[in-house]
């Protein structure tokens, strides 16, 4: 068996992985997200309907796991080793992950392309009246609510 050396005293790495263990990060959209519509429609429901209902556009959440998680395990690992050390505390390493998959997801959402011209999404777009009309032929980025207002908590259970 090979042992690995870990900078830090004993009592201060024990301390960091339980508060690891006891740390929560969420990354979504929160209650207070609301589009501008009349009915102030919670975006948590249109990302959920997007993402498990719309078999066109959908699961842009699942697929940014499924490509980024290998790169968020080596981010936690790098931050873990830094607070080890002495740099870091166990909520920074949380705060860190949290800004890196939002930037993720936001990113898979950027990357969504466009409706052709004619589609009828675009069409109701450009004649719907709350919210106002649009010429955007975007993939669920025309109003840019589902973009802004994705966010992050890293905390405690």
């Given at each position: 068996?090979?042992?690995?050396?870990?900078?830090?005293?004993?009592?201060?790495?024990?301390?960091?992985?339980?508060?690891?263990k006891t740390?929560?990060?969420?990354?979504g959209?929160?209650?207070?997200?609301?589009?501008?519509?009349?009915?102030?429609?919670?975006?948590?429901?249109?990302?959920?309907?997007?993402?498990?209902?719309?078999?066109?556009?959908?699961?842009?959440?699942?697929k940014?796991?499924?490509?980024?998680?290998?790169?968020w395990?080596?981010?936690?690992?790098?931050?873990?080793s830094?607070?080890f050390?002495?740099?870091?505390?166990?909520n920074?390493?949380?705060?860190?992950?949290?800004?890196?998959?939002?930037?993720?997801?936001?990113?898979?959402l950027?990357?969504?392309?466009?409706?052709?011209?004619?589609?009828?999404?675009?069409?109701?777009?450009?004649?719907?009246?709350?919210?106002?009309?649009?010429?955007?032929?975007?993939?669920?980025?025309?109003?840019?609510?589902?973009?802004?207002?994705?966010?992050?908590?890293?905390?405690?259970?």
């Amino acid at each position: 068996m090979k042992t690995i050396r870990v900078p830090g005293d004993r009592k201060r790495i024990e301390r960091i992985l339980a508060d690891i263990k006891t740390s929560d990060l969420k990354v979504g959209w929160f209650e207070s997200a609301k589009y501008t519509n009349k009915q102030s429609t919670p975006v948590a429901m249109v990302a959920y309907w997007q993402e498990f209902k719309n078999t066109r556009n959908g699961a842009f959440i699942r697929k940014t796991i499924i490509e980024n998680s290998e790169t968020w395990r080596k981010i936690v690992g790098n931050k873990l080793s830094e607070s080890f050390a002495g740099s870091v505390n166990a909520n920074d390493v949380m705060n860190v992950l949290g800004l890196v998959v939002q930037g993720d997801i936001k990113n898979k959402l950027s990357e969504m392309g466009n409706y052709p011209e004619n589609d009828p999404v675009v069409q109701r777009r450009r004649n719907r009246k709350n919210p106002p009309p649009n010429q955007s032929t975007a993939i669920l980025r025309d109003t840019t609510t589902l973009l802004s207002t994705l966010t992050y908590v890293a905390g405690k259970r």
